[in-house]
């Protein structure tokens, strides 16, 4: 079956310009995660959906950074007022409720 | 807090050498351990995992035991081959969401 798509791949954009990152989940997992990927951090969780429950969100680094999960399927991740340090690899993940996280390909962003 | 520590890379080997890229974690309480691997262009990949002490997940030849005396997770593989060449990353689950290391890069030369 599919598996978790993002879009786009690629998004290069300039500095103070915003951002939407799009992250469609295998269907009926109810679990949705967002990761950073950046060199010198590595993998950093940003933000957790479950369900109809309020989000997870301690791993979000700053208020540029939001989410939301509509209809508890697509998940779109919003960065405001892009910074350089926000080039990164974002990477998506969902689960059943407690199982095994399956990743996306990810979102290369660049911030020039 | 909960964190993982991995050997940092590259490492390179020839092909049908032996693997070992070291894994030790901190955690207040008993965590599932994972290796997840990600091949080149490609997004992160299960690769094994263990749920308790003294748990071995294995998957393609690669082998970790969860040592919960010496907390650590050591990736292992008796002869790897080129395919093989990737980045493999370290986990924990922290709650309900992953703690990665670092990620070590492997490469395989034939």
């Known amino acids: 079956g599919a598996g978790v798509s993002q879009s786009p791949s690629n998004k290069v954009t300039e500095k103070g310009k915003d951002v939407e990152l799009r992250c469609d989940p295998i269907?009926?997992?109810?679990?949705l995660y967002w990761y950073r990927q950046s060199l010198g951090q590595g993998l950093e969780f940003l933000i957790y959906f479950q369900g109809n429950s309020a989000p997870d969100k301690s791993g979000l680094p700053s208020d540029r950074f939001s989410a939301e999960r509509t209809g508890g399927s697509v998940s779109t991740l919003t960065i405001q007022r892009t910074q350089q340090e926000d080039s990164a690899v974002y990477l998506c993940?969902?689960?059943?409720?407690?199982?095994?996280?399956?990743f996306g390909p990810g979102t290369r962003l660049t911030v020039t | 807090g909960d964190s993982v520590t991995q050997m940092e890379g590259p490492v390179t080997l020839s092909e049908e050498a032996f693997l070992t890229i070291n894994c030790t974690y901190t955690a207040t309480g008993y965590p599932s351990l994972f290796w997840y691997v990600q091949y080149p262009g490609e997004g992160l990949q299960l690769l094994l995992k263990?749920?308790?002490?003294?748990d071995k997940g294995s998957n393609k030849g690669f082998e970790a035991t969860y040592r919960k005396e010496t907390t650590s997770f050591h990736l292992e593989k008796g002869s790897v081959q080129v395919s093989d060449s990737a980045v493999y990353f370290c986990?924990?689950?922290?709650?309900?969401?992953?703690?990665f290391g670092k990620g070590t890069s492997l490469l395989v030369t034939p």
């Open positions: 986990a924990q689950n922290s709650g309900y969401a992953l703690n």
């Open positions: 269907s009926g997992h109810t679990a």
């Open positions: 993940a969902s689960t059943e409720y407690l199982g095994e996280q399956y």
């Open positions: 263990a749920t308790k002490a003294d």
